[in-house]
């Protein structure tokens, strides 16, 4: 990888960009996204590595209890994507659409209302950039063109000392709820109808772990932007995360991590015992003052290059 000053000067963007660090003294190319989440059900399910045990023999104390496992990355994938593309919407372009047009639909006409609605055949870009709209180039046109973003699996564990929020990890805590969905009728006695079983985590608090394969000034400017709308807009249903958003879950804050930070820093972040110190602190006002804007501005040119218009903050 190329230093930070070279890295800005070889971009391929109409605009000159002054961040006033080097990549050396960031994060980069790993992107940190900060998760606190109250209670998570995600659609595609829960991999856990432990057997569960049953109600009648259940001790909290337990080790077989104490369940550890990892949140499928393809619920948070298209969880953050939806905020990618709303962020270059806001600005008045459309984004890459996800699926390809002769797709099997669940309901008829659905990718004619998305284009109505936003969107762009996928990969119809690429006549106006070599490389796509920006959202398919950060996450790939699949079978011609790779992504550049790699996302991990979340990995979780009840037991605070076993996390690591450098490697992507949570304290969370699992559970598996049961319960009977029982008849109204008065006539039925509440004879039970059917079971509904769900894989839950409370208490969700850690990292995201992102990879940008390609560092590109926009790419960070689109995460940041992308996650920035998320957490204002987490109590909207269509904003939230996961499967069981019509029972509350899946309303998660979230914050791109400061990327001047120190691993050590990151670790202090979620820590309970210890707050911010003042490095930190100064770090937060050079991030928000002069680094943050400077990769928005990278974004707002990529953006403009294709539209003529220039994103707004979400």
């Not at 070889?10 to 660090?21: A, F, I, K, T, Y």
Request: aromatic share 8%; proline share 4%.
């Amino acid at each position: 990888m190329k230093s930070g000053e070279s890295w800005l000067a070889d971009s391929h963007l109409d605009v000159e960009l002054d961040v006033p660090r080097s990549v050396e003294e960031m994060l980069l190319p790993d992107v940190y996204v900060g998760l606190e989440i109250d209670l998570l059900s995600p659609g595609d399910g829960i991999v856990t590595d432990r057997h569960h045990a049953s109600a009648e023999r259940y001790e909290s104390d337990d080790p077989m209890n104490q369940i550890e496992g990892q949140i499928s990355p393809f619920t948070l994938s298209g969880w953050l994507r939806h905020g990618c593309e709303e962020a270059v919407q806001i600005a008045g372009a459309t984004a890459c659409h996800p699926g390809e047009p002769n797709a099997d639909y669940m309901r008829a006409e659905t990718y004619e209302r998305d284009l109505d609605s936003g969107y762009h055949e996928k990969g119809a870009c690429l006549g106006d950039h070599d490389a796509g709209c920006v959202i398919y180039d950060l996450f790939g046109g699949f079978g011609s063109q790779p992504g550049k973003l790699l996302r991990r699996p979340v990995s979780f564990s009840p037991i605070r000392r076993q996390v690591d929020v450098l490697d992507g990890e949570a304290e969370a805590h699992y559970r598996q709820i049961s319960n009977q969905v029982r008849s109204r009728n008065e006539e039925d006695g509440g004879e039970p109808l059917r079971q509904a079983d769900r894989d839950v985590l409370g208490n969700v608090e850690g990292t995201w772990k992102l990879s940008l394969r390609e560092l590109k000034p926009e790419f960070v400017g689109l995460l940041l932007e992308a996650v920035s709308f998320l957490d204002a807009h987490s109590d909207e249903f269509e904003f939230q995360v996961g499967g069981a958003r019509n029972f509350g879950a899946g309303i998660a804050d979230v914050w791109v991590i400061n990327p001047l930070y120190s691993e050590r820093e990151v670790r202090r972040v979620f820590d309970r015992a210890k707050a911010a110190t003042s490095a930190m602190e100064e770090k937060d006002d050079l991030w928000a003052e002069e680094c943050r804007p400077e990769f928005v501005r990278a974004l707002q040119a990529r953006v403009e290059a294709r539209t003529g218009e220039v994103v707004r903050d979400a």
